[in-house]
């Protein structure tokens, strides 16, 4: 740990969980760049890893733990390389994480202003450094996030960080603090430089936007001057609680065609003695009107959702409610996830973790296969249908096909035919896959 910089120190940063991450590491990667750090992409040529982590799942921990395993052995090769452990995992560990042999740093999600300090106290005195204070008001507001997809079509914005509700499996409120919500002035003008740097798609992200205020700005206020910059670029947002999804924003995305018409509306569970235990602080039928108001207001909205199976004391009952309302709202895709008991969670410390795991598997197999013909419904229903799509890149299957995504968040592949990524096109659908819309372009 003794570097003697002659060129600019080489930071790599790896991202792991939410969007949220993604975005927080461009926040890092422009706190770094202030102070004469460059970005790199290969550890061999790195004088800095930092692992930007997520807490969510056991699992998730689980592959960061083998990353340093790897980064330990990658010390032996480079013995001045520093390794840092940022993000919820390390708001979470804290100190525990300085134990293993290869953590320098260990930085929480509101102590990133301090990365410079850290990083150069390791570099003076050789020791290793901590900060995981959690703070009221940090939103890294004034900060410009330097994006690592620099010519990309998409730029996240965060509009606010924490979160309050406190879900009783949830680590978040844990590793990420209470909410706050960041000067509007501020998203403003990260927008605006977005668009003038070329950007077609902004995607606000909080953990609950529904609940942003700023001074007399609601959520609702927010989409709108975002939408208003510029006709031509389209704005999502991710997440929205049932709880607190208002009519006024739908009603805003109703009125504003470059707003996307897909919401991300999480149910976790269709029973409501989970959703009591989860203290999600809504029912099952408060869930299914506000879908219904979602699909009066706007009916070619797509919805798409996160459920848990195995969460303390699911009975069978319990599960078919789940599996019930899927087949109810008729999600257009889903995120799955089977329980992961969380140290210091409220159901964690009041509900014994007593679903067996093959039953939280095989509950999470069905619910997969279910939306697997929910996903394929959704796509048929477009089927002889138009739909502009944004173009993202090529294809993953063929390079002569291009990759572009409807309002509604479909992917589309269609022939290249000349046209490029970040360019409207207008496509006609022709077949489908439960994940992908097969189409050509119409003229
Ligand atoms: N176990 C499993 N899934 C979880 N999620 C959050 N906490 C847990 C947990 N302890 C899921 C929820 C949430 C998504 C981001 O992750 O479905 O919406
Ligand atoms: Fe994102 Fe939650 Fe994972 Fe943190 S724990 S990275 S907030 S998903």
């Known amino acids: 740990m003794n570097n003697n910089y002659t060129i600019a120190p080489r930071v790599l940063i790896e991202t792991y969980g939410c969007q949220m991450n993604v975005n927080d590491s461009e926040v890092v990667l422009a706190i770094l760049s202030k102070s004469g750090y460059v970005l790199c992409k290969e550890v061999s040529l790195a004088d800095l890893v930092l692992i930007n982590t997520c807490a969510i799942r056991d699992n998730a921990e689980q592959r960061i733990l083998g990353r340093l395993d790897f980064f330990r052995l990658e010390k032996k090769k480079h013995p001045s390389l520093v390794v840092g452990v940022i993000g919820c995992m390390a708001e979470r560990l804290k100190e525990k994480l300085l134990e293993h042999p290869a953590v320098d740093l260990v930085a929480g999600p509101d102590a990133y202003r301090d990365l410079p300090r850290l990083l150069e106290s390791i570099r003076a005195t050789g020791s290793k450094q901590i900060n995981t204070l959690l703070s009221h008001e940090e939103t890294y507001g004034d900060i410009s996030p330097v994006r690592m997809d620099a010519g990309g079509v998409s730029a996240y914005i965060s509009i606010m960080r924490g979160c309050n509700n406190v879900c009783s499996y949830c680590v978040v409120p844990y590793t990420r603090g209470a909410e706050r919500s960041r000067d509007c002035e501020s998203i403003l003008r990260e927008a605006r430089e977005v668009i003038d740097a ?220 000349g046209h490029k990524t970040g360019e409207y096109v207008t496509v006609l659908v022709k077949d489908c896959t439960p994940a992908t819309l097969l189409c050509e372009v119409v003229e």
């Open 198 to 417: 070329g950007y077609k798609e902004i995607i606000l992200l909080g953990q609950n936007v529904d609940s942003y205020k700023f001074g007399d700005v609601s959520f609702a206020k927010l989409l709108e001057m975002v939408a208003r910059l510029s006709p031509s670029v389209r704005v999502r947002f991710a997440t929205s609680h049932p709880k607190d999804m208002k009519d006024e924003v739908l009603l805003t995305m109703a009125a504003y065609p470059n707003i996307c018409k897909h919401i991300h509306l999480p149910v976790q569970s269709g029973s409501n003695a989970m959703l009591e235990k989860m203290r999600r602080r809504h029912t099952r039928e408060w869930y299914l009107d506000r879908v219904a108001r979602i699909r009066e207001i706007m009916p070619d909205c797509a919805i798409t959702t996160d459920v848990i199976t195995g969460f303390c004391g699911e009975t069978e009952t319990d599960f078919e409610d789940t599996l019930d309302l899927f087949r109810q709202v008729k999600f257009d895709a889903a995120f799955m996830f089977q329980y992961s008991e969380r140290p210091g969670t409220l159901a964690q410390r009041h509900y014994p973790d007593d679903v067996p795991p093959e039953v939280k598997t095989a509950r999470l197999e069905q619910v997969i296969a279910l939306q697997g013909e929910l996903s394929l419904e959704s796509n048929r229903r477009d089927v002889g249908k138009t739909f502009e799509v944004l173009v993202e890149g090529f294809s993953k299957k063929s390079a002569s096909d291009l990759m572009g995504r409807t309002s509604q968040n479909k992917a589309c592949v269609f022939p290249a035919a």
